[in-house]
């Protein structure tokens, strides 16, 4: 089984299905990691992307990992809201990652995520990084799923304003979406912090299935 110590990750896997996903999820502690691993190595795995929605992608990449030891990104172009048709294709490409990367840490969506596309990515970051942390992220929608997540990372007001001002800047193609607003993204980020008392007031919040601490 796979135990978790924020100070010792150095290697992470950032899995999205769609070009936005990973900054909404985890972008914040994706910054926090960056900020206190002067080491840290990411993979940056987006799956579904085409269009304007590629060029997105990778700026947004390249602004959050600017700072980063080392940074791979990678967009692939399945076809979105059709993963459950792609799942072979779709675990080869987790499999080529397993073998040039081995993450201390796997971000990706929630098992329970309503949107089909996200869930696939869940049980294949399962089903193939099976000795590791993972922590499952939440995003906010239309189908209201949001939970009861057990694992919380707080993060500073400086790295929540970093984040939701990348997403905006960068994610154009997504304005018109009655949900993909700054108040939408600090809410839950405040929520969040709540919840778990977070000394600055703000956190996010994940979901651990199986951790050894």
């Not at 796979?2 to 990973?22: F, P, Q, Y």
């Not at 990992?65 to 779709?90: C, G, N, T």
């Not at 709540?194 to 007031?201: D, L, T």
Request: net charge positive; with cysteine; aromatic share 10%.
């Amino acid at each position: 089984m796979a135990s978790l110590r924020l100070e010792g990750i150095k290697k992470v896997l950032c899995v999205g299905a769609h070009s936005d996903d990973i900054e909404i999820g985890c972008g914040a502690t994706v910054l926090r990691l960056i900020q206190e691993q002067p080491g840290l190595q990411v993979y940056w795995l987006v799956f579904s992307a085409s269009g304007a929605r590629v060029r997105e992608a990778k700026r947004s990449a390249a602004e959050f990992l600017q700072d980063a030891r080392a940074r791979q990104v990678r967009v692939a172009h399945f076809k979105e809201s059709y993963f459950p048709s792609e799942w072979p294709a779709i675990k080869n490409t987790f499999e080529q990652v397993k073998r040039t990367f081995d993450p201390d840490l796997v971000l990706t969506h929630c098992r329970d995520d309503r949107h089909q596309d996200h869930r696939i990515l869940s049980d294949l970051a399962w089903n193939t990084f099976r000795n590791h942390p993972i922590l499952e992220y939440e995003i906010p929608k239309y189908d209201g799923d949001l939970g009861a997540p057990n694992v919380f990372i707080p993060v500073t007001r400086e790295l929540c304003e970093r984040k939701i001002a990348a997403l905006l800047r960068h994610f154009q193609s997504q304005a018109v979406r009655h949900w993909f607003t700054a108040e939408t993204f600090w809410a839950l980020l405040r929520l969040r912090g709540i919840e778990c008392n977070a000394p600055g007031g703000f956190a996010e919040a994940f979901y651990g299935r199986k951790l050894r601490l």
